[in-house]
């Protein structure tokens, strides 16, 4: 009896193509599923920390402006139980002006069902002297609200 000879395939030119296109279309995936979630985590972040820089930013645009009335507004329960809106522009008006700020960081933070805040403030002072200074805030009653201790 005879055989007749099958030719052999034309073998790894077709399995390396194969396993290229499996490993680009892998990479793809991880790509997309990497931008995807970092889109997510930093949409996140920012909307998580936003309102915290919000605020500061409105006590301290206020306070450059000399509207003590407004900054004290932007003051915690406790912090406006201990010092009167009198009291605060005393202090407000015996430090140099506010020429100019910049907020460099911003945390949040839940501890015990308590969410708290913090903007690292670089302050700018109409006499030129720089400080940084970081802002505590609380969340009250749904507006976050700067809480000096």
């Known amino acids: 009896m005879a055989y ?5 395939p034309s073998g790894p030119r077709r399995t390396t193509r194969t396993i290229l296109i499996v490993v680009a279309v892998v ?3 991880c790509c997309l599923g990497g931008s995807i979630g970092g889109f997510w985590l930093y949409r996140t ?3 998580a920390v936003a309102p915290v820089s919000d605020s ?3 006590y301290l645009d206020a306070v450059q402006r000399g509207d003590h009335s407004t900054a004290y507004r932007q003051l915690c329960a406790p912090t406006r ?3 009167s809106e009198d009291e605060f ?3 407000q008006a015996a430090q140099p002006r506010l020429r100019n700020y910049e907020i460099t960081f911003v945390n949040v933070a839940s501890t015990n069902g308590r969410t708290q805040g913090s903007a690292t403030v670089r302050l700018i002072q109409e006499n030129g002297t720089e400080t940084t200074q970081i802002f505590q805030l609380v969340k009250e009653d749904g507006a976050w609200r700067v809480c000096q201790q």
């Not at 007749?4 to 052999?8: L, V």
């Open 89 to 91: 522009t005393r202090m």
């Open 81 to 83: 139980n201990r010092i």
């Open 27 to 29: 990479l793809v995936l």
């Open 56 to 58: 500061a930013t409105t």
């Open 4 to 8: 007749q000879q099958i030719p052999a």
């Open 45 to 47: 972040v920012n909307d």
